[in-house]
Structures are given as C-alpha cells and as structure tokens.
Nanobody
Framework: VQLQASGGGLAQPGGSLSLSCEAS????????MTWYRQAPGEEREMVAM?????STLYADSVKGRFTISRDKNTMYLQMNSLKAEDTAVYYCNAYSCSSTGGCTYSWGQGTQVTVSS
C-alpha cells in the first residue's frame, strides 16, 4: 500500500487546515488509518485514528478541535482552532491486509503543519 499525504501549510492560531491521505495499491483492505505527528525534538505521537467501521479515537490534546474522516481508502483530518503546539510534521499510517492474508503497516510522507502568527 502506498500512502500519499497532502494539505498542511501555515495557519494562524485559531485558524484551520485540512490534511488528506490517499492509499493506493492492489488487492488490499485497509483496517485502520491513523494520523501521527512529530514536533521537533519530540517523539511521534498518535493524533487520531479511524477504523473501517468509522470508529474513531483522538488524542486528548486534539479532542473537540480535530475531526478525522474516511472515504474508502482516503483519510482526512480537519484541524480547527489550531494552536502553536499543533506545529509538527504530520504522517498518515495505514494497517492493511492483502488478499493473501498478509498484513502490514504503511507510512506516507510527512506534511508540515505550522501554526504561527
């Protein structure tokens, strides 16, 4: 599975940005898609995840501000009320299984989100 992330950029505090992540490949089924982020000098952390049944989970730091959604093999992250501490490189991740039964985690390239006035 190949993941292509897009979106991000620069926003002012209180502003909004959106990210998307499209999965491609053949003969696979994605079970869970996840957004992670990594700020300079920090460990990568989970931001939000969504299952193939649309169940969602959010990090406490983004609850009520970020919304994860999914349309088949494309995942979105709507980020509202952005704060400076949301500044990070955001990565998408997918846990998928092939038609032969093998399962794996895949990572997309990071996309920069900067929140600054």
């Amino acid at each position: 599975v190949q993941l292509q992330a897009s979106g991000g950029g620069l926003a002012q505090p209180g502003g909004s940005l959106s990210l998307s992540c499209e999965a491609s490949g053949s003969s696979f089924s994605i079970n869970i898609m996840t957004w992670y982020r990594q700020a300079p000098g920090e460990e990568r952390e989970m931001v939000a995840m969504i299952s193939n049944t649309q169940s969602t989970l959010y990090a406490d730091s983004v609850k009520g501000r970020f919304t994860i959604s999914r349309d088949k093999n494309t995942m979105y992250l709507q980020m509202n009320s952005l704060k400076a501490e949301d500044t990070a490189v955001y990565y998408c991740n997918a846990y998928s299984c092939s038609s032969t039964g093998g399962c794996t985690y895949s990572w997309g390239q990071g996309t920069q989100v900067t929140v600054s006035s």
